[in-house]
């Protein structure tokens, strides 16, 4: 039987991340962490299922995600669970149901897989992975400001420049309102020349209509009225704070009124960075404010604002612009011919270890051959070599894999010693 034939693969549009690829996301996750901290922000770790509801009734029902892209299915009682499509539902149940939210305010931030299941291509996957954050109890553009400002740190740590941000503002709850009836009578005027999503959304969610990712939309979408000519003072007055914020810390940005978000449950500020430099799936991270969703889950009103990153896209984004030097490779690689040999090599890697070098072991034996061999494909700088002879003179022999010299002949207690000087 071919056995390649017989093997299982992975689901279409998860993705294995193998070592190589872990290294840079270790790179951004740790310089997300790092930044995230200096904010302030805490770590929060929700499940990776939930009940469907949660998200139905936070998402929104008439959403693409909750329409057609989560993974739910019955579990052996017959409840209704669903593989979390995104951070902000869990966050907010979380921080409800343990008490977080009374008279507090509260920093969070997550990371970790979503599930969609949407069309697989580059840069847009069934699994996928997020880094989060979610500010509760904060009202002004203040805390939007920060979120920004956040990011932007974060793109400068990580050496990205050229990054667009884009703002708009959804306005309160009332003027979402006025705003959606001007524009059902609009998008009804050209009802014939509507797709299907869009006319399924003219009917429960005409905002949606204006996210459509289909371009024989946009001539449609381009010319519809402006979301800005309905907001009212208090929301008006909240968007200019925020653009003054972003001035004052001079952070470019462009108004762009036809920013929606795929989400139902953002009000006033939204905001979504992109970049030119991977193909169609180009926004990176999102987010905004979402005032109603405590409330809608069973809280007490709580205004919260937030933002995710796609992390797939993000260290796409790193990769090509290119990588600092992320130097994980051993230091030592430990040349072990001999039982007794392989016995006293461990015991002097447990010191060498220690004393904070990174030290491969040569496990498995293997000629004197074999095991240089291994020792050069491994990335090592040094070699320490223990022959029968060495370990009888309490000895080592040192070899410089990567500069070209004589092998020197050390005690074993100088060893560490030894290393460190030639790391220097
Ligand atoms: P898009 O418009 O690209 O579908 P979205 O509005 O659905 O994005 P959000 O739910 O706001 O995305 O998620 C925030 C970020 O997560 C996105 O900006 C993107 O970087 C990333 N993201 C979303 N869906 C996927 C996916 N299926 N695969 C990879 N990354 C994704
Ligand atoms: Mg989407």
Redesign the pocket.
Known sequence: MNLVDNSIQAVRGMNDLLPDVIELWQHVESAARDILHAYGYREIRVPLVEKTELFARSIGHVTDIVEKEMYSFEDRSGDSLTLRP?GTAGCVRAAIENGLLHNQVQRFWYAGPMF?H?RPQK???RQ?H?IGVEAFGMQGPDIDAELILMSCRLWEALGLRELTLEINSLGTPESRTRYRKVLIDYLTEYRDQLDADSLRRLEHNPLRVLDSKDPAMRDIINRAPNMFDYLDDGARAHFEELQSYLNEAQVSYVVNPRLV???DYYTHAVFEWTTDKLGA?S????GGRFDGLVEQLGGKPTPAAGF???M??LAELVSLVGLPDIDSAPHVYMVLPGSLAEHRGMRLAETLRSSGLRVLCNCGGGSMKSQMKRADKSAARFALILGDEECAQGKVTFKNLRISGPQELIDQSSVVEHIQKRLQ
């Open positions: 995104e969609r949407e840069g847009r996957y996928f997020q978000r795929g989400l799936q926004a990176i991270c999102a995710a990153i796609g797939e896209r």
